[in-house]
């Protein structure tokens, strides 16, 4: 079969100027990133500050995360990103660490005095545990009873969903 | 900026917003956004340490412990009214959980508890595979 192609015949001057309509254009960026800027603010909160690997977990809840955060990585413990015990030093299971303990307590006070002020800050008896997946069970613990001596005693543990 | 047009001898000027340059800081930060878009999905596993001397307001009937032996063997307890125990396989954890809520369906709470030097991934991964089962599971540990 043979193809035809015809040209439409255009009634419109050579000439003519022709302008694209780049209103939906925008519409459609406007939406993107509203979009984008929200998953941005919402994801760097939870997000590490230390080069750290998550276990991961296929049941865990999209959960609440406005909670003071802790990052465990095999060198060091974090409360909101400063730095609050060294674990490169050799330390036992038992007992508590005490510059966690120290750092807690400074981060509740500064989060009791930002609300006083009225700013919306984290919830007083929760904290994320951001742990580094070869972490020893043991830091992990011993880190917790830490907590719940300052009376942080709902733990979350940050996991990447399977 | 504003291109004028003059539509004629009424004097009825129409105006036309120039979207381009609007257009093209959209482009710029959207692609900004994608690159550094992190597309992890972080969760959340809520839980508990459960620590010798805490008081409960309301203990359950039952209860499960699940003690993690080795990186193979686990030890299912069930403390309370009905108990029982078992050693299990860790790949048959799921179903051995199962059983026991089929048998006892009012277990809502579980222990974990792992030996010291277990890595915190096995142990996510423990508690994540009880939480399939079980809705609230704690993590325990042996007293120092």
């Known amino acids: 079969m043979k193809k035809r192609y015809t040209r439409r015949s255009n009634s419109r001057p050579q000439n003519e100027e022709m302008s694209l309509n780049i209103t939906a254009l925008a519409d459609v960026f406007v939406i993107l990133l509203v979009f984008m800027l929200k998953s941005f603010s919402s994801g760097l909160q939870i997000m590490p500050n230390q080069p750290m690997t998550l276990p991961q977990a296929g049941h865990s809840d999209a959960g609440d995360i406005s909670a003071m955060k802790v990052e465990i990585t095999n060198n060091a413990i974090l409360v909101e990103s400063e730095k609050a015990e060294d674990l490169s030093v050799q330390s036992s299971p038992a007992g508590e660490y005490p510059g966690l303990r120290k750092a807690l307590n400074k981060a509740k006070e500064k989060q009791r005095y930002l609300a006083s002020q009225g700013a919306g800050v984290a919830k007083p008896n929760e904290l994320v545990v951001l742990a580094d997946k070869d972490v020893p069970y043991w830091v992990i613990k011993k880190a917790l009873v830490s907590a719940a001596m300052e009376g942080m005693t709902d733990a979350k543990l940050a996991v990447v969903k399977e | ?144």
Do not use: W
């Open chain 2, 1 to 144: 900026m504003i291109s004028g047009q003059e539509s004629g001898a009424n004097g009825h000027e129409e105006v036309e917003l120039n979207l381009a340059p609007i257009i093209d800081c959209f482009v710029v930060l959207v692609t900004f956004l994608l690159i550094s878009a992190s597309y992890l999905s972080i969760g959340i596993l809520e839980t508990a340490l459960a620590t010798p001397g805490q008081e409960v307001q309301s203990p359950p009937e039952d209860a499960l412990d699940i003690k993690i032996l080795s990186d193979s063997k686990i030890e299912i307890e069930v403390v309370g009214k009905h108990r029982q125990k078992q050693v299990v396989e860790i790949d048959r954890m799921v179903a051995s959980v199962q059983a026991i809520k089929k048998q006892l369906p009012k277990i809502d709470t579980a222990t974990v508890i792992p030996t010291n030097d277990m890595s915190f991934g096995k142990v996510v991964t423990v508690m994540d595979q009880v939480k399939q089962e079980i809705p609230k599971v704690a993590l325990g540990g042996k007293s120092e």
